[in-house]
C-alpha cells in the first residue's frame, strides 16, 4: 500500500483498504513510541501548520509527531501571514509547496470555506495536503477515534453501536466537523450509528448522504433522533458534544467586520442554550450498555456538555484518546510525506 503524495482531506476520499493500512501504521508507531524505539523515517522534511483556528491537540500531535519521525513541523498562524492581507490558497499553496514536504490545514469555523479552501492549495501543490479540522471533517480526529474503540472493542466492530449526540456548550458555536466525520467513517467501520439532535442543529446534507450511502454499502445502520435519551439506548460508544446551528454559521460566509461575527456567534450560542438539558450525565451512562464507553474530541465543557463524574469516570476513554491524536498523525504524515524530487 503506498500513500506517499495522496492527500487527506476526507476520509471519504480513502479506501478502507488505505484506512486500514493509516490504522495499522499508527498501531505500530504506537508500539514504538512506549518502547522508546526511534522511528526517523522522514528526515529533513518539512509539514507546515496552517491555522485559521486555536488548537491543543491537532498542532501538538503534529508537532511532536514531526519531531519524532525526524521531520520538522512549522507553524504558522494564518492571521500571521499575508493570506490576512488577501494572499490567495492557489498562491499560498504553490510557496510553501515549494518549500516543504506536506502542508496541513485547519480552517474549521465557517461552513462553506475550510474545506474549499484546502482543495484549492491541494489543486496548486504536488505536496500531499492534510485537513487538520475543516467545516465538512476532522479526518485526524476521528481516525484516532477509531483507534480508540478498537482498542477497546477489538477491530470487529459489527454490531457496536454508537451514538453521535449533540450536547449543551456555552464557550463558541463549535464545528460541525467532528460529528460529520463520525458518521460517515463509523458507518464503514462495522457500527451502527445514531445521531442525535435537537430540531435546528441538522449536519450538512451532503454528509448525510454520504453515511446513509456508507452503512447501505457497509450494511451497518445509520438512524437519527432527536431524543438523546434514545440515542444512548443500549450502545457501546457514547460521543456526545456540541455543535453550532449551520444556518446561523453558514451566514459567516458573508459577514465583513468584527461587530458581525461577534453577533453571530452571540446568536448560535443564545441557540445552545435552549437545549441545556442536553449533558452526558451518571443518569445517561446508565440508559447505555453496561460496559460502554464515553468519548470526546476535546475541549470539552465540563458541565455543561458533561459532568465530571462522567468524563473523569470509569468509562471515559478522552485521554489515550487524545494520545491517539499523536500516533494517527504520526500515521498520515509516514504514509503520505516522501522526499523530493517527486
Ligand atoms: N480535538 C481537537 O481537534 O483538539 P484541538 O482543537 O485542541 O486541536
Redesign the pocket.
Known sequence: MNLKGKDYIETQDLSVGEIEHLLDTAVQLKADFHAGKATITLPNQTVFLLFF???????NAFEAGATQLGAHAHFLDSSATQISHGETATDTGIILGSMGHAIAI?HDLIPGAGNSYMREVAAATDVPVIN??CDID?PT?TLADLMTIRETFGNDLEGKKIAVSWAYAPSYAKPLS?PQGLITLMTRFGMDVTLAHPPEFKLMEPTMQAARGNAKEAGTKFDVTDDMDAAFENADIVYPKSWGAYDLMHERLDLKTQDQLRANEEACLKLNAKYKSWICDERRMKIAAKNSIYMH???ADRGSEVTDAVIDGPQSVVFPE?EN?LHTAKAIMQCMMRERPF
Open positions: 483556528d486555536k488548537s491543543t491537540r491537532t498542532r485547519r487538520m479540522q476532522h480526529q467532528v474530541c476535546l475541549p487524545a491524536r
